[in-house]
């Protein structure tokens, strides 16, 4: 931890529903920064701001900046959460006993993002991970633990809900599609080119997933004048910049294009408005959408194409199954796989069940 860092959680340690962490030195600013994808922060301001540790979205935070040597993150009161934000600041924390397994998983319940989710931590609530390894420490089955890293994989997909963008050209039917998957209204459905210029965001499911879904301005030239230009060239830099922290796009083209090369491959193409397209592009098209005839059918193959592309099966939760549900027991996992021997896995396995 710099010498010029002070880490400290203000808020009483346990499952409430809002924690407090204060960040204070002549670092903090720059620190807080750093988790936030480097968010511009200033002295006074108060913002809603995404917290990532180790690339992975961590949990949704209030930052209070009452100056430039200190800074509030007010976040999800889980323990859980609390001591990877902690550990990701380099916080020194008093020492603690583990919190067993079950613990951990019970406490994680009061924010599952969707019912499965909620069945998975019930589950590791009720000790299926423990049995499970437990059993891979007795008993060196590296078929077995690669069944287990495969359902904490998809697990995780339950449990942190993945960044979908919808994205293409103007006028290919972002908005109309986005409304639909968010099932409400937010999004203005107009004919009339750059009707959306800002990014629009809401929790949607595709099914027994959860998913944070963005809908921004759509790719053309602006041809007005140069206020109205500049206000739609901000809003297409933004929906750039949010495509490039999407974990999936659905990219929308209604003519048959390819989306940007950069994006190329965290992309699905879909040809939107397909009732109005050409035989042709029809019959060469992959996936199509027909948002206004059939919303019904479009919702579901964005769903399915979705799954397709992560490799998920229909419902993440099989009953009584364990799956790690932590990206640090996820790691540990992982690299049990390419461990060199048995017990450089049994040592990994250990940290799982001995994780804070």
């Not at 002070?6 to 809002?18: D, H, I, N």
């Not at 067993?100 to 499965?116: D, K, V, Y």
């Not at 449990?159 to 999004?187: D, I």
């Not at 090369?261 to 042709?280: K, M, Q, W, Y």
């Amino acid at each position: 931890m710099s010498a010029a860092l002070e880490v400290r959680e203000l808020s009483p340690r346990g499952g409430g529903a809002v924690a407090i962490v204060a960040v204070r030195g002549r670092d903090a600013l720059a620190r807080v920064r750093e988790l936030c994808g480097r968010v511009e922060l200033a002295s006074g301001d108060v913002r809603l701001v995404d917290l990532r540790v180790d690339g992975e979205r961590l949990d949704r935070a209030l930052c209070v900046v009452p100056n430039v040597d200190e800074v509030e993150l007010h976040l999800h009161g889980s323990p859980v959460l609390v001591e990877r934000l902690l550990a990701a600041l380099g916080g020194e924390t008093e020492r603690r006993e583990p919190v067993a397994l079950e613990a951990r998983a019970s406490c994680s319940l009061e924010h599952a993002p969707s019912e499965s989710a909620a069945r998975i931590l019930l589950d590791q609530a009720e000790g299926a991970l423990r049995r499970e390894l437990d059993a891979l420490v007795l008993d060196d089955d590296v078929a077995r633990l690669e069944r287990l890293v495969e359902r904490s994989r998809v697990a995780r997909f339950a449990l942190e809900p993945a960044r979908v963008v919808v994205a293409g050209p103007v006028n290919a039917g972002k908005s109309t599609l986005f409304n639909l998957l968010l099932g409400e209204r937010r999004a203005i459905e107009s004919a009339e080119p750059g009707t959306t210029r800002d990014v629009l965001h809401g929790r949607a499911h595709f099914g027994a997933y959860p998913v944070e879904l963005f809908d921004g301005a759509g790719e053309r030239t602006p041809s007005f004048d140069d206020a109205q230009r500049a206000i739609e060239l901000a809003g297409q830099a933004l929906a750039r910049e949010v495509r490039g922290e999407a974990d999936w796009i659905a990219w929308l083209a209604p003519d048959g294009g390819a989306p940007p090369s950069p994006i190329v491959a965290r992309t699905t193409t879909f040809l939107s408005r397909a009732d109005e397209a050409s035989r042709t592009l029809r019959e060469r098209a992959a996936r199509t959408l027909e948002a206004h005839r059939a919303p019904e059918q479009a919702t579901h193959a964005v769903w399915l194409a979705f799954r397709e592309f992560f490799v998920l099966p229909e419902d993440p939760w099989i009953p009584g199954a364990a799956a790690a549900f932590d990206s640090a027991s996820r790691g540990h996992l992982d690299a049990c796989l390419s461990a060199a021997d048995a017990e450089a896995r049994r040592e990994l396995l250990r940290r799982v069940l001995d994780a804070h």
